[in-house]
């Protein structure tokens, strides 16, 4: 009966956070600044997720913005020239974007660490030139880029509270596949790839097909939230391969806690409301050193990100409360 108690328990908090999320824009008066940060905060949140759950596999990206961009590109591309709508364009989009992510896998599948994480790099450079400078350019506008259809259409009553719970939609089916996936026997072998690859094939799991399973999951997820933010926008550009878009998934899931389902998120929401905040106080440049520090801190204190700090905390609770009966015994 207890473990069934403490397992409802765990569950307590993360549906108390979904129906805090859901009503936010009951709290805050439907105000459309609040609005646009929260839908961007989602957006994150699903991009941060995605580029987390490669690393379960024991694999790294660089240049995450490469999907991401990419998701944008062909999920607008595909809504402007069939003139479907621009919902069913972005799952259309994703699809082709993770079969780019599982090519690219397959060239550098048996890299590792830093290796891996500098060919994700390159590719997200040479994608941003060819879209840029090559025959691309005629259909993606170069530089300049070009307007791209609305996911919920302005003429739509409250469209950017419609658009909200859309991808608030998103995001909580996003984080439940992930939870879903990582509890599965994938989950047990992505664990074991990660933890030592060797053992992992001597014990009969072949690590190639399960890397490019988590490449190409991630690439699929992280094109639905790139699609997601140029629609929001309502415009795309080649800035969207830019190397601060392959960097903030990484910054908010170490700040949260890396490897972890709930620490992209908690990254996410400190960041941005951190961003934010010091951006409405007149603290344009210096946020980026305010932020730098958090980073720096949560790498030295807590290595395993804001997650884990309940648990220190409660731990130093419990040696404060050993040490004095150490004392009286001694």
């Excluded at 989602?42 to 997720?49: C, D, G, N, P, T």
């Excluded at 909580?172 to 992992?200: C, D, M, P, T, Y």
């Excluded at 204190?301 to 648990?311: A, E, H, N």
Aim: glycine letters at 10%; one cysteine or more.
């Amino acid at each position: 009966m207890i473990p069934w108690i403490n397992q409802r328990r765990r569950y307590l908090l993360p549906a108390f956070v979904l129906i805090i999320t859901a009503l936010l824009p009951l709290f805050l008066g439907f105000n459309q600044y609040y609005l646009t940060v929260l839908i961007l905060m989602l957006v994150f949140i699903i991009y941060a997720s995605a580029w987390n759950f490669l690393t379960f596999s024991g694999q790294g990206s660089l240049g995450h913005a490469a999907f991401f961009g990419l998701g944008g590109y062909f999920s607008s591309l595909i809504a402007i020239k069939s003139g479907i709508p621009f919902i069913i364009a972005v799952f259309a989009g994703a699809c082709i974007t993770a079969g780019i992510g599982i090519l690219i896998g397959m060239t550098c599948v048996r890299l590792r660490e830093w290796f891996l994480a500098m060919v994700t790099f390159g590719f997200a450079v040479i994608i941003q030139t060819l879209v840029v400078i090559s025959q691309l350019s005629d259909i993606t506008g170069g530089w300049d880029g070009y307007a791209v259809p609305k996911l919920i259409p302005s003429s739509v009553t409250g469209s950017i509270l419609v658009e909200y719970y859309c991808i608030f939609t998103m995001a909580v089916a996003s984080l439940l596949f992930f939870h879903l996936l990582l509890k599965s026997k994938i989950g047990l072998a992505l664990a074991a790839i990660r933890e030592n690859e060797v053992e992992a094939k001597a014990s009969g799991i072949n690590p190639v097909p399960f890397k490019l399973f988590a490449f190409g999951i991630s690439a699929f997820v992280t094109a639905i939230a790139g699609a997601l933010e140029v629609s929001h926008f309502g415009y795309i550009s080649p800035e969207i391969f830019g190397t601060d878009i392959s960097f903030w998934p990484i910054i908010y899931s170490i700040t949260g806690g890396l490897g972890t389902l709930a620490g992209p998120v908690i990254g996410t929401v400190v960041i941005s409301l951190l961003w934010e905040g010091l951006n409405a106080l007149g603290l344009t440049y210096e946020r980026f050193i305010v932020i730098g520090v958090l980073l720096i801190l949560t790498i030295i204190f807590l290595p395993k990100g804001l997650v884990s700090l309940p648990g220190r905390i409660r731990q130093r609770k419990q040696e404060k409360k050993a040490r004095p009966v150490k004392e009286k015994t001694g």
